[in-house]
C-alpha cells in the first residue's frame, strides 16, 4: 500500500506565503515524476507544477516567479513554497506522484487526499 499525505494548507491574507509538504509512504521501491494539482469551486483540476526525480521543475503560467517545486528524494517528500498569494490559488491542492513499489514493477500513478489552501482578506 502507497500514501500521500499533504500537510500545510490553511488560511493567509494576500500577498503571504504557505508551505505545503507531500509525504509518501508504504511499500516504495522509487518515485519517479511527483505533481501538485489544484481544483478550485466549480472548475477543473489543474496543474500547478511537476518535478522530476532529478529535480527539474516546470511551472503553471499562472504561478512562475511566485511558487517553487522541490524534492527530498531521501525523505520521499515534495514540498510546494508558495509566495506572494493571490485569491484565485484558493483551491484544494493535491499531491500526485508516478510510484514503483519493487524492482521491476510499473509505475503506478497515486493521489494524496488533498490539502485547502484559502486567499482572503
Known amino acids: 500500500q502507497v500514501q500521500l499525505v499533504e500537510s500545510g494548507g490553511g488560511l493567509v491574507q494576500p500577498g503571504g506565503s504557505l508551505r505545503l509538504s507531500c509525504a509518501a509512504s508504504?511499500?516504495?521501491?522509487?518515485?519517479?515524476?511527483m505533481y501538485w494539482y489544484r481544483q478550485a469551486p466549480g472548475k477543473q483540476r489543474e496543474l500547478v507544477a511537476s518535478i522530476t526525480s532529478g529535480g527539474s521543475a516546470n511551472y503553471a503560467d499562472s504561478v512562475k516567479g511566485r511558487f517553487t517545486i522541490s524534492r527530498d528524494n531521501a525523505k520521499n517528500t515534495m514540498y510546494l513554497q508558495m509566495n506572494s498569494l493571490k485569491p484565485e490559488d484558493t483551491a484544494v491542492y493535491y499531491c500526485n506522484a508516478d510510484i514503483s513499489r519493487a524492482k521491476y514493477s510499473p509505475l503506478l500513478n497515486y493521489w494524496g487526499q488533498g490539502t485547502q489552501v484559502t486567499v482572503s482578506s
Open positions: 508504504g511499500s516504495i521501491f522509487s518515485i519517479n515524476d
